[in-house]
């Protein structure tokens, strides 16, 4: 069961979409069928073919619906370009402080990657809103639930290797939700795909509650 104060996320669904790979014809049909699904935190990390053209395009069509926000962001002159381009957050796959100072004062949400309690805290205190635990199959339901002990009630999603299965142990060890990456999207797999890995991961969630 998911506790009210773990609970809290400036995301409605806390299910982090991740679209890695995806290039900007694809992005519009894709993010829609999310869209419909409940997920309103949609992450294309900037990795991926033409990032800039697929998060500009989803922020003019969705961005009043949901929030499309860059990952794997690494420079401030990355953060630069997101929040031209409207973005509403950033998800990192480290704790650069100077990456997070600058998205804050740029003004967008930051989900700062972590794997210790010692990079937790130094993320938290260059300006971080959020944590994500990556790679979390590496480390297990155990590490987030001591992790718990020592951090801040603020959100903690995991990040790597969540299948339906095991989203509700991260869940009860205190995640309040999850980054869903391979096991909602593959390149080039069809808008059908997509959608029916969003409804199962949803699902899934959404037993968890009281």
Known sequence: MVTAALSASPFRLPLIA?????RPQETPAHVQALIDEGYDAIEIPLN???????IGDAVKAFGDRAWIGGGTVLTPVDVDTLADLG?????????????????????????AGFAT??????AIAAGAQMLKLFPASTY???HVRALRAVLPSLPLFVVGGISTTALPGYLS???????????????????????????AFRQAYLDTLP
């Open 18 to 22: 991740i679209l890695r790979g995806i």
């Open 48 to 54: 991926s073919p033409d990032w800039a053209s697929s």
């Open 87 to 111: 973005a509403r957050f950033i998800v990192t796959p480290n704790t650069d402080p100077l990456v997070i100072a600058h998205a804050r004062q740029r003004g967008l949400q930051v989900v």
């Open 117 to 122: 309690a010692s990079e937790a805290f130094a």
């Open 140 to 142: 297990g339901t155990g």
């Open 173 to 199: 060890a205190g995640s309040c939700g999850a980054g869903i990456g391979g096991e909602l999207y593959k390149p080039g797999q069809p808008v059908e795909r997509t959608r029916e890995n969003a409804r």
